[in-house]
Nanobody, 117 residues
C-alpha cells in the first residue's frame, strides 16, 4: 500500500551534480517528515538530510553547503540536489518517510549514486 520510489541515481564525475527524487504513495505526504539516507560499502547507513512537514531542513555536516533537500507536496515528491560531488559520496541513497519521531518509518529500495574521480 505504501510505496516510496527513488529515481535519478547514476554515474557522475567528481565536481558534478545530480538530483535524486523520491515519489511517495499510500501516505498523507504533507503530514510526513521526509529524509534521505545513504549507505556505502563497509559503512553503516547514515542520515544525509531531512525535511520536516513544515519544510525545515537539516543536513549531515559532510554535505552541508553542497546538498539541498526540498519537497513538493503537490507532487508527493522529495528531492535531493547534490552539487560538488565527491567520490566519498558514492553510496546507495534511500528515501525515508516518518509520520512522528516514535513511529516506524517507511523506506524505498534505494538508488545507486557513483562518483568517479
Amino acid at each position: 500500500q505504501v510505496q516510496l520510489v527513488e529515481s535519478g541515481g547514476g554515474l557522475v564525475q567528481a565536481g558534478g551534480s545530480l538530483r535524486v527524487s523520491c515519489a511517495a504513495s499510500g501516505i498523507t505526504f504533507r503530514a510526513y517528515a521526509m529524509g534521505w539516507y545513504r549507505q556505502a560499502p563497509g559503512k553503516q547507513r547514515e542520515l544525509v538530510a531531512v525535511i520536516s512537514s513544515g519544510g525545515i531542513a537539516n543536513y549531515a555536516d559532510s554535505v552541508k553547503g553542497r546538498f539541498t533537500i526540498s519537497r513538493d507536496n503537490a507532487k508527493n515528491t522529495v528531492y535531493l540536489q547534490m552539487n560538488s560531488l565527491k567520490p566519498e559520496d558514492t553510496a546507495v541513497y534511500y528515501c525515508n518517510a516518518r509520520w512522528t519521531a516514535s513511529s516506524n518509518p517507511y523506506w524505498g529500495q534505494g538508488t545507486q549514486v557513483t562518483v568517479s574521480l
